[in-house]
């Protein structure tokens, strides 16, 4: 299995993402209505007039969802059994996200493979569809239990990331081809100096495409996962010169 020479990187680690905020794009509207209300009065007993004092009563309307256009508004189906996990998958296909990949905790995951209790359709955007599960998902936690999942986005790309961390996320296309040539691919991806020089090992073939998800800057993550099929590989890192190489089988080509 691929392993790490280098463990120590002086990268900026970005910004924590606010868990607490509304997903983007959903509007919270609470509105309030003054109306009067007048009773029947019954005056066929006497000629004086009646005046009833009229006082006005207060409603109001909690968590109504308010699209900013009727064009965004679609219907999303919850079916019984499905699991939450296929159904944000089934929601992402249809909003034209090709590439989704997960970074997941174990206890997330354990959530996301929840069974919907029963058949329901949410008239809405987008948006709040994804906000109704996640609320329904911290309803069935137990007592105690904590959770940072959250979807990440990047709408020009059509990329989703379901995640368990709280730093932005990064999705990395493995194609089908050569380790050499996504090697250099992950090297740019990165922003890590790569270069055919510094590949020393034997050029395999990469049968088939996966993606690899990590943070943002997390590269050494990144190599180990590219690296994990082949266990006579190796990386090595230099953080001063952001440089990474390929080493570890006496077949280098």
Avoid: C
């Amino acid at each position: 299995m691929g392993e790490l020479v280098v463990l120590n990187s002086n990268e900026p680690v970005a910004p924590a993402i606010d868990t607490t905020k509304p997903v983007q794009g959903s509007t919270v509207n609470v509105l309030a209505s003054n109306s009067t209300t007048t009773e029947a009065i019954d005056q066929s007993d006497t000629l004086l007039p009646v005046i009833e004092e009229v006082k006005p009563t207060k409603r109001e309307l909690r968590e109504v969802y308010t699209a900013v256009s009727s064009d965004t508004v679609r219907n999303y189906m919850l079916m019984r059994g499905e699991t939450y996990r296929n159904a944000i998958y089934r929601w992402l296909h249809n909003e034209g996200y090709s590439k989704v990949g997960e970074l997941l905790d174990e206890a997330d995951r354990a959530l996301l493979e929840t069974e919907i209790a029963s058949d329901h359709m949410l008239t809405t955007t987008f948006d709040d569809a994804l906000a109704h599960i996640h609320s329904e998902i911290l309803d069935a936690m137990e007592p105690g239990e904590k959770t940072n999942f959250q979807i990440h986005f990047e709408p020009d790309a059509k990329e989703a990331v379901l995640s368990s961390s709280i730093l932005p996320t990064t999705m990395f296309l493995v194609t089908k081809g050569t380790l050499k040539d996504n090697y250099l691919s992950l090297g740019e991806h990165y922003q890590w100096n790569v270069d055919e020089r510094f590949y020393l090992a034997t050029n395999y073939e990469v049968p088939f495409s996966f993606v690899i998800v990590t943070e943002k800057y997390n590269v050494k993550a990144a190599i180990e996962e590219l690296l994990a099929p082949y266990e006579d590989l190796r990386a090595g890192i230099v953080p001063s010169g952001r440089e990474i190489y390929i080493m570890g089988d006496k077949d280098a080509k």
